[in-house]
């Protein structure tokens, strides 16, 4: 019996569509590379490049110290080259009003002068995302920290936006190790920014009942009687005291202990002092 033979060849069809998938992926790429490239330009050069003026200090001396060449050259910078060749970013706003500093050092002996070109509000958005962000690190505490400042630390606008919805919606970070627990924050970022967590302990003298809600394990029916024993008290001693509210036990306060501080007591006068 002779059956007819199945060509494995590919169709024609499928040759072309394949070749034509071949050639959107690489156009593809193609122009992924060119705005990479055109971005790049930009944050270079950006629409206009800034000018930079290279003057001995002699004449300059000279220039400056005309006062109406003073005001022509508002917007200018200065960087001073002292006679070892170091580089030494002088402040001249006054002079010259704000502007960016000038990266390259001039030769021992000069002044470099760089005066910043106005930029399109396009080209400033380009050199914003693309430009490599410049990380600080300094004191901040996470509950209270400005989105800007979180950008400031490293963190990119999403993550920052997120760790601010956090405490939008009632979140708290207690302890250093509650900011590392977020999602956004690597491990990398965290030892960065470990020793330069400041998180205020609640003073129990001072707090009020919503400040001692935020405490583990401590709801609005503790943090009222929180706040009615140091009434009467007229001012806690210690924080042990606290363990001598109904139902707060040591394990309620083991949990808090790290969290909390107790200020000097305001002193009874001697008319108001109890009998006991």
């Not at 302890?175 to 998180?199: G, H, N, P, Q, T």
Request: with cysteine; glycine share 6%; hydrophobic share 35%.
């Amino acid at each position: 019996m002779s059956g007819k033979k199945t060509s494995n060849k590919p169709s024609a069809v499928f040759k072309v569509g394949a070749i034509s998938l071949a050639f959107m992926i690489l156009g593809y790429q193609v122009a992924l590379f060119m705005h990479r490239a055109a971005a790049e330009r930009i944050v270079a050069n950006r629409d206009c490049p800034d000018t930079v003026y290279v003057l001995d200090r002699e004449m300059a001396k000279e220039i400056l110290s005309d006062s109406a060449m003073r005001q022509k050259a508002a917007g200018l910078t200065a960087t001073v080259s002292s006679g070892r060749g170091k580089a030494q970013q002088r402040d001249t706003e006054s002079a010259f009003g704000q502007g960016q500093a000038q990266q390259t050092a001039p030769a021992a002996g000069q002044i470099a002068i760089k005066k910043p070109s106005p930029h399109s509000p396009a080209a400033k958005a380009i050199a914003e995302k693309y430009s490599p962000r410049k990380v600080e690190s300094f004191e901040f505490n996470p509950n209270t920290v400005s989105v800007e400042d979180l950008m400031r630390l490293g963190f990119s606008e999403k993550q920052a936006a997120s760790i601010d919805n956090y405490r939008n919606k009632g979140g708290r970070f207690r302890r250093k190790s509650d900011f590392a627990k977020s999602f956004v924050v690597s491990d990398s970022v965290y030892k960065r920014l470990e020793k330069y967590i400041s998180i205020p302990k609640i003073d129990i003298n001072k707090a009020d009942s919503a400040e001692f809600d935020s405490l583990p394990g401590i709801g609005g029916w503790f943090a009222k009687n929180m706040v009615e024993y140091r009434s009467r008290l007229r001012g806690y001693s210690c924080t042990e005291q606290l363990m001598e509210i109904y139902r707060f036990d040591a394990e309620k306060y083991e949990a808090l202990k790290d969290l909390i501080t107790c200020s000097e007591a305001e002193a009874y006068p001697f008319w108001s002092a109890p009998a006991d």
